[in-house]
């Protein structure tokens, strides 16, 4: 069994910055591929960031693209997401999910997860 645990969500004023962190146990979690969803009230969850299992790759929403960045710290087990000039539409649920084999490449699909954190809320004022 996986865990994965979200943390540094917050309250921060529009063209601000956070960082959201996720902790993972109970498996090998360099060989993984990591991804960052939100969930905005009243929407569907969406897929913001991933990164492959050894960091080499990255990819991002069109809407995040710029502001955040995805990064993984295998020696820790932690996967972050540093956002930079937020916006109120960047207010959410984040959540933090692993792919479900290892070794796989970028993964955008939640089908491709497995394993999902219970999320930290970002809010963004304006």
């Known amino acids: 069994q996986v865990q994965l645990v979200e943390s540094g969500g917050g309250l921060v004023q529009a063209g601000g910055s956070l960082r959201v962190s996720c902790a993972a146990s109970?498996?090998?979690?360099?060989?993984?591929?990591m991804g960052w969803f939100r969930q905005a009230a009243g929407k569907e969850r969406e897929f913001v960031a991933a990164v492959i299992w050894n960091g080499g790759r990255t990819d991002y929403a069109d809407s995040v693209k710029g502001r955040f960045t995805i990064s993984r710290d295998n020696a820790k087990n932690t996967v972050y997401l540093q956002m930079n000039s937020l916006k109120p539409e960047d207010t959410a649920v984040y959540y933090c999910a692993a792919a479900a084999s290892p070794r796989s490449g970028l993964i955008y699909a939640e089908p491709g997860y497995r394993f999902w954190g219970q999320g930290t809320q970002v809010t963004v004022s304006s």
């Open positions: 109970g498996r090998t979690f360099s060989s993984y591929t």
